[in-house]
């Protein structure tokens, strides 16, 4: 079985040929595959595939190959052309060959890139009906209740606590300022009107989860495609939206923010009767409380050690003083808008 830390360009090579069908000659490195591998190869006529490896963990059991590979399936069948191609998996060895997308990174979206964002979004909310959307299984922290969202903040918030024992600057944030804050969250979350009860499949959508310009190029055409799929699949339309909204990676300006937001409630409250946005309003807060914690993930063993077996090689302290600067930044926005 191949590791992804120590996969060379020759087994890179060998893996892509096998998958392919055909002899690949060349495997580049790709600088910037967040928590994967990634290799550029090239097969016959100088055409271009994705060769992405996915580090298995013992402490994350998630099949996020599995899941990456049967959304993008499903999106090809619907006839979507803005996303890579599904080309071939290989289970055993944790990897996947997909088409290669030409493109640049989103430096500066305006209000056309989030017209393509919410059609996106509204085209997955119609596929819910597809037959082969009821394959698909439920995204990765997908939270189909208000009890299920604040669960997750307190089991997240029970792993941070467990580290934070042997980081001073993260406990001291998780005492004097995280901990108040989370307090009138969650007493205000608890009130929600059927704080228990699962959403109606009916209300349920397609989530690409981890969604955003983080995880989008623009072709020299002027198609935006979207790209990581791997926790993608049913989640409530409040998570995703917030999700957007909170994601370090999105930063939107106020107008854009507003943009998405409007768009997500013509999408999502298809009774007219505001009900989305009224849910929207009240979990909104618990969603950006697990975004803070989200945010300290480096702090912990197993997600650093992710980060390794994806090749990066930043400075640990370096990286844990940033993250606990912009989980402390996304605290002062939830008191914002408290």
Same mark, same amino acid.
């Given at each position: 079985?191949t590791?992804? $830390?120590?996969?060379?360009t020759?087994?890179a090579?060998?893996?892509a040929?096998?998958?392919l069908?055909?002899?690949v000659?060349l ?5 910037g595959g967040g928590?994967n #591998?990634l290799?550029?190869v ?11 490896f996915y580090p298995r963990?013992?402490? @994350?059991?998630?099949? #996020?190959?599995?899941?990456e590979f +049967?959304?993008l399936?499903?999106l090809?069948?619907q006839?979507?052309t803005g996303v890579?191609a ?9 990897? +996947?060959l997909?088409?290669? %997308?030409?493109g640049v990174m989103i430096? +500066?979206p305006g209000?056309g890139e989030?017209e393509a964002m919410?059609?996106f979004l509204?085209r997955?909310?119609v596929?819910?009906?597809v ?9 990765s922290d997908?939270?189909f209740?208000?009890q299920a &969202?604040?669960?997750?903040l307190?089991? #997240?918030?029970?792993r941070c606590?467990?580290? +934070? ?5 993260l406990?001291t944030?998780?005492?004097?300022e995280? $901990?108040p804050?989370s ?6 979350a608890?009130? %929600?009107?059927?704080?228990?009860q ?5 209300a349920?959508t397609?989530s690409p989860?981890?969604f955003?310009?983080?995880?989008a190029?623009r072709?020299?055409?002027g198609?935006v495609i979207f790209?990581?799929?791997e926790y993608?699949g049913?989640?409530?339309p409040?998570k995703?939206?917030? @999700?957007v909204?909170?994601?370090?990676g999105? @930063?939107?300006?106020?107008s854009?923010? *507003?943009?998405? !937001?409007?768009?997500a409630?013509k %999408?999502?409250? $298809?009774s007219?009767?505001?009900g989305?946005? *009224? ?8 969603f950006?409380?697990i975004?803070?914690?989200?945010? !300290?993930?480096?702090?912990?063993p197993?997600r650093?050690?992710?980060r390794?077996?994806a090749?990066r090689?930043?400075a640990r302290?370096e990286?844990l003083?940033?993250?606990?600067s912009? &989980? ?6 939830i008191?914002?808008k408290?």
């Amino acid at each position: 079985m191949t590791s992804c $830390t120590t996969c060379s360009t020759v087994e890179a090579i060998r893996l892509a040929s096998a998958l392919l069908g055909e002899p690949v000659e060349l495997a580049l490195p790709v600088a910037g595959g967040g928590n994967n #591998r990634l290799f550029r190869v090239q097969g016959r006529a100088q055409k271009s595939y994705a060769l992405k490896f996915y580090p298995r963990q013992e402490q @994350d059991p998630r099949d #996020r190959l599995g899941q990456e590979f +049967a959304f993008l399936r499903f999106l090809h069948q619907q006839g979507v052309t803005g996303v890579p191609a599904a080309l071939a998996m290989d289970p055993k060895n944790g990897c +996947a060959l997909y088409d290669w %997308i030409d493109g640049v990174m989103i430096q +500066a979206p305006g209000a056309g890139e989030m017209e393509a964002m919410l059609h996106f979004l509204e085209r997955l909310h119609v596929w819910r009906h597809v037959p082969a959307a009821q394959q698909l299984v439920a995204a990765s922290d997908s939270c189909f209740s208000p009890q299920a &969202a604040v669960s997750q903040l307190g089991h #997240r918030l029970a792993r941070c606590r467990e580290v +934070a024992a042997t980081e001073p600057a993260l406990q001291t944030f998780l005492d004097e300022e995280f $901990t108040p804050v989370s307090r009138q969250v969650l007493l205000l979350a608890r009130q %929600i009107p059927g704080y228990a009860q699962p959403l109606p499949l009916s209300a349920r959508t397609l989530s690409p989860s981890d969604f955003g310009w983080h995880n989008a190029l623009r072709r020299a055409d002027g198609e935006v495609i979207f790209l990581d799929f791997e926790y993608a699949g049913w989640d409530d339309p409040v998570k995703l939206v917030a @999700d957007v909204l909170w994601h370090p990676g999105m @930063d939107l300006p106020e107008s854009l923010a *507003r943009q998405f !937001l409007e768009g997500a409630k013509k %999408i999502y409250d $298809t009774s007219g009767a505001g009900g989305f946005g *009224r849910r929207f309003d009240r979990l909104q807060p618990v969603f950006g409380l697990i975004w803070c914690l989200i945010l !300290l993930n480096e702090f912990l063993p197993e997600r650093w050690q992710r980060r390794v077996l994806a090749g990066r090689t930043d400075a640990r302290e370096e990286v844990l003083a940033r993250q606990l600067s912009r &989980a402390r930044q996304r605290l002062e926005r939830i008191l914002d808008k408290s």
